[in-house]
Structure formats: structure tokens, C-alpha cells
């Protein structure tokens, strides 16, 4: 059983506004350092496959087909044992 | 300018529903290989500061004050340049 870490961050240029909403919320709490504030998601799973190659080609699918919206999000895997 | 990236999950033990819906999807999709799914969030940002450890101690206490739920949520951060 092995490990995938999935990482969806929106795209640039697509509009954040939880980032946006977050970034003042810091400002307000004394935090003007924090600027271009941007939330994405991540998901951990557990995952059975033979090898790590398999399991890296299941999640893209699975980022493919559900987890990420490739018109505005970016993703990114990490497989370990 | 510096960047921060700060990974928020929650604690074990603490249930996601989110995770489960998440789980329950994929297996419809014929993804059974996957389990124990968990959503978590990833907030990143530009950091002005004056050091590493400087972005750090700032990046602490935004999640202390605001960013994530120490009583239901890890965090972890991370410092890039």
C-alpha cells in the first residue's frame, strides 16, 4: 500500500477569491507581509498498486477524470511507499 | 520576497467528509484501489521578510492567529526563495 499526495492549486491568471479573502483577513490581523495569497487543495489517499509507476498513472487518471478541473487548476502527484 | 507554502490537514481521528465524498466518487469511477482519502489545503504566498527563519516565525504565527485550527488541523510550512 503506498501513499499518492495530490496538490490542486488554481492556475494563474484565474481569479482566487478565498486567496483574496485570506490575504485580508492577514492584513487586518497585522500580517501586511503576506501578499499574492493563494489556496489550493490537497489530497492524500492510500493507494494499492503493484508499483509506484502504477500507482503514479492511477492518480493522474484519477486527477483526470475527478479530482482537478485542467481548464483553471494545475495538479501535481507524489507517490511514496 | 520569499515564498511560503503552508499545507493545513486535519488531525487523525478527526472525520472528513469532504475526503469521504471524495472516496465515494472515485470508486464509482472504478478507483477502489483508493482509501482512506483525506482533503486538506494548501495556502501559498509571496513573504516579505528579512531571513529564512525571520518568513518562518511569521508564517507560524499567521497560522497560530488565523490560518489553521490547532484543536482539528496540522500545519506545516514550508520556505522558498
Redesign the interface.
Known sequence: MMK?KI?I?LKNGVLDPQ?KA??G??SG?G?Q?????????????????VDEAAARD?AE??CR???ANPVMENYSIAISA
Chains 1, 2 share one sequence.
Open positions: 499518492a496538490e492549486t486567496g485570506i490575504e483577513a492577514l490581523l500580517f507581509e503576506a501578499s499574492n495569497v493563494r489556496q489550493g487543495k490537497v489530497i492524500e489517499f492510500e493507494i494499492d498498486a492511477r487518471e484519477m477524470k475527478l479530482l
